[in-house]
């Protein structure tokens, strides 16, 4: 089945350093992928996609590019700020009994601090 | 533009106890629908999902039970909580033309099962 192994955290960062979370994935087709982040106490929030090989996602300065060959899916950031902490996951779309829904299999999340 | 609700934000329940979340989206039609379970240390874990109304599959056997009695309202319940239920539950909406395969997430639910 379709699966999402991230980098272990927690990462903990000093303000403006650069940010990469790894992202691999194992998957039949061609599928989209996600990064969503989760501040304390809520729900997800979509960051960035990408649908198909060689396309970068990217949103408010994070950024991922969707690689193929590597069957991966890296998130990056130049220069991390405090409020980035959070936790992010990466995910992927897989369908769902081909009844036109979709499953997102996710990675176990990867938490960030930033320290100033 | 699309916004999706749940309540309550936090619940906190006695062990067999019955049980009801509500999720809601307004601005679009005929959405997909999905709870998830994060417990902690656990990842995400879907539950259930919807593709209309009346229509609930679900993927992990358990304690609950779910139902779509309207087009963008979707309901998690349990007859009997066990302490196993506690988390935070996570409703998603997907299905808008323009960017199927994307879901979008509600703010959650915390519960707690004494």
């Known amino acids: 089945g379709d699966s999402v192994t991230q980098m272990e955290g927690p990462v903990t960062l000093s303000e403006e350093a650069f940010l990469t979370i790894n992202c691999t994935y194992t998957a039949t087709g061609y599928p989209s992928l996600f990064w969503y982040v989760q501040y304390p106490g809520e729900g997800l929030q979509l960051l960035l996609k990408?649908?198909?090989?060689?396309d970068k996602g990217s949103n408010k300065g994070f950024e991922a590019t969707y690689r193929k060959e590597t069957t991966s899916f890296h998130l990056e950031k130049g220069s991390v700020q405090v409020s980035d902490s959070a936790v992010y996951f990466c995910?992927?779309?897989?369908?769902?009994?081909?009844?036109?829904?979709?499953?997102?299999?996710f990675g176990k999340g990867t938490k960030l601090s930033v320290i100033p | 533009s699309q916004t999706i609700h749940q309540w309550p934000a936090t619940l906190v329940q006695p062990v067999g106890s019955p049980l009801s979340l509500e999720c809601t989206v307004e601005g679009t039609s005929n959405p997909n629908l999905y709870w998830y379970r994060q417990a902690a240390g656990r990842g995400l874990q879907l539950l259930f999902y919807?593709?209309?109304?009346?229509?609930i599959s679900s993927e992990v056997p358990q304690n609950l039970s779910a139902s779509r009695p309207q087009d963008r309202q979707f309901i998690l319940s349990s007859k009997k909580l066990l302490l196993s239920d506690s988390g935070f539950y996570l409703c998603a909406w997907e299905g808008d033309s323009a960017i199927t395969d994307t879901q979008y997430f509600g703010p959650g639910t915390r519960l707690t099962v004494l």
């Open positions: 919807s593709v209309g109304i009346g229509q």
């Open positions: 990408a649908t198909k090989a060689d």
């Open positions: 995910a992927l779309s897989g369908s769902l009994s081909g009844a036109g829904s979709y499953q997102l299999t």
